[in-house]
């Protein structure tokens, strides 16, 4: 129980931080390393703009700012409701197949591909 609550207030002063920090003009919030050593977009590339426009409404530029972001945050939703769901190899395969997928095809460097990478 007190590992819950521990969890919960984390997760509550994180959120908190990105919603009152925006990270196009944060110096502080940390970029992405991968990113920063490679100059690939990783999966996650995007993810603390994107929750942040998400904590102040605009979806669809949560989405522009990366598009698994929703989903996956869904995914986790139901893997913890439904803990069955969170045992089977299918499941983590499946997952596993489409984050590597996104993370192929946002680095693809002409259109339609070109709009699953953040905008700059």
Known sequence: MIAIA???AIAAVALLTVFRC?????AWLPKCLF???T???CPGCGNT???HALLHGHILMSLRYNLLLIPAMLTVLLLVLLIGLAT???NAWSIAVVV???AILRNLPWPPFTLLAPPA
């Open 88 to 90: 089977k190899p299918s």
């Open 22 to 26: 925006d990270p196009q003009h944060s």
């Open 6 to 8: 521990a969890i919960a």
């Open 39 to 41: 100059g690939l977009f």
């Open 100 to 102: 590597i997928a996104f």
């Open 49 to 51: 703009r994107a929750l």
């Open 35 to 37: 990113h920063e050593a």
